[in-house]
């Protein structure tokens, strides 16, 4: 019934998480306030592990993408269920130390670290940094030499795929601005610039094809591309590449109509690609990292807001007001993401409406959804929007100077707060 194994309806007729009456939430911790099911967040964690011992033989790790959602509390679960952490800035290196995540199991992305970033990796011991361009690999390799360090890296390859995803989530293809370009001879001449840079030890290649993809193809495809590339780099250069992270961008339901594949039906027939490519080419099979952040955090968490004006504008549509918006989810302003509302207190009543969901900013295209199915609300309903565990929280504003909500955690039936709501306080907290 639900997009989510987490959701139920309680004998109420209310919205359950986790076991846990959604209304009684939102009475007790205010309201807009996401709240996430810890037991369903690490259940995904198992399953890329699981998935990663079936299928490759436990010769791989699994990073949490921490973009989707960051935090000390995720940091620590991610860190309990021995994963590694892919980091994208000071910022998310600094959580997840905060967290006492293990430096070791940090990837450090991004197309354009700072020169004060890549030293603050290097300070840390971050176990890889996976290098985007040329300026970057001497930069690297001047901060790296300047500390007496040698900087163990990734090269971020663009393989060339297409995948079929939002435009501005898309990141595979040559018209990016992430990564080398294999086409056009960038990748391999860096390599070689790479192995005969000081203080740079080249251990592994990176790529990443976009995100919320439900094929499976493009992901084999893109492990093929990247092992015919290694297979070039070691005819050419002698050089053995050993690591191979292949990125995340496991699609998640957001509505009844998204079609995810189970985890498994991406590793086995991905596993079998790398494996038949490094006996064909006569290549050590390499240890394989995969990036899952949606597919961790995304489907596991709900947002809760209070109901205000309802507007029915007769012929044209009715809008339903709620107390949060962009400002805790840009998602449908950005990409137009289909989302599944609820009327939590009304769980278990047909969704005969169709209504647009608005939110509270002094901007039109302040929507969470247009044309949305649900219960028939009214003021003070406490409508919930599904699958908002991943780039919600973590894409959050300060826009029109609204505080960012409270994040919870229920397990086991208990409900705790991992992030505090903002207060007015804070919204003034860096002004001078
Ligand atoms: N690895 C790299 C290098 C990435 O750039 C990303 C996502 C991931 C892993 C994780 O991808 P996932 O498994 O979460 O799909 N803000 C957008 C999504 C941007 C994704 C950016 N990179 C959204 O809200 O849909």
Redo the contacts with the bound molecule.
């Keep these: 019934m639900f997009v989510s194994k987490c959701l139920n309806v309680n004998e109420k007729g209310h919205l359950t998480i986790g076991g846990v009456d959604t209304v009684d939430i939102a009475g007790k911790y205010g309201t807009p306030v996401i709240v996430y099911d810890e037991n369903a967040v690490r259940d995904n964690c198992r399953a890329f592990v699981r998935s990663i011992d079936k299928y490759y033989g436990g010769n791989g790790r699994v990073l949490y993408?921490s973009?989707?959602f960051s935090c000390l509390e995720m940091c620590r679960i991610c860190s309990e269920e021995n994963m590694g952490l892919?980091v994208v800035s000071g910022g998310e290196i600094y959580t997840a130390l905060k967290a006492g995540f293990p430096a070791d199991r940090m990837y450090f992305?991004g197309n354009n670290k700072s020169e004060d970033e890549l030293k603050y990796a290097l300070e840390n011991n971050v176990g890889r940094i996976v290098v985007d361009n040329p300026e970057e690999l001497k930069a690297l390799s001047v901060i790296a030499k300047d500390m007496g360090k040698t900087a163990s890296i990734y090269m971020r390859i663009k393989p060339g795929i297409d995948a079929h995803t939002h435009n501005f989530?898309r990141?595979g293809q040559i018209d990016s601005k992430f990564g080398f370009a294999l086409e056009t001879g960038e990748a391999m001449e860096c390599v070689k610039l790479a192995a005969e840079t000081e203080s740079i030890n080249l251990v592994g290649l990176h790529c990443?094809i976009g995100?919320?993809i439900f094929d499976i193809d493009p992901f084999v495809h893109a492990a093929q591309v990247m092992m015919k590339f290694i297979a070039d780099i070691k005819s050419q250069t002698g050089i053995v590449i050993s690591e191979l992270d292949l990125?995340?961008?496991?699609g998640i339901k957001y509505t009844e109509e998204d079609k995810p594949a189970a985890f498994g039906a991406y590793m086995e027939p991905v596993s079998n690609a790398i494996k038949a490519s490094a006996a064909e080419n006569d290549i050590p099979v390499p240890f394989v990292l995969i990036?899952?952040?949606?597919?961790i955090a995304g489907a596991e968490a709900v947002t809760l807001y209070t109901v205000g004006a309802v507007k029915h504008i007769p012929n044209v549509r009715t809008y339903v007001s709620i107390d949060g918006g962009m400002t805790d989810n840009p998602?449908y302003i950005l990409?137009q993401s289909a989302y599944t509302v609820l009327c939590a207190n009304k769980a278990d009543k047909p969704r005969d409406s169709v209504v647009t969901v608005a939110g509270k900013c002094c901007e039109s295209g302040d929507l969470i959804q247009e044309n949305a199915s649900i219960q028939t609300v009214e003021r003070d309903d406490i409508l919930a929007v599904l699958s908002t565990g991943?780039?919600n929280y973590s894409?959050a504003s300060n826009y029109n100077r609204v505080p960012r909500p409270a994040v919870l955690m229920v397990k086991d039936g208990n409900v705790r707060t991992i992030i505090n709501r903002e207060s007015y306080e804070d919204m003034v907290r860096n002004d001078i």
């Excluded at 990125?247 to 496991?250: A, D, I, K, P, V």
Aim: net charge positive.
């Design positions: 993408a973009k989707a892919d992305h989530i990141t990443h995100s919320q990125g995340g961008g496991f990036e899952p952040g949606r597919s998602r990409y991943a780039y894409m």
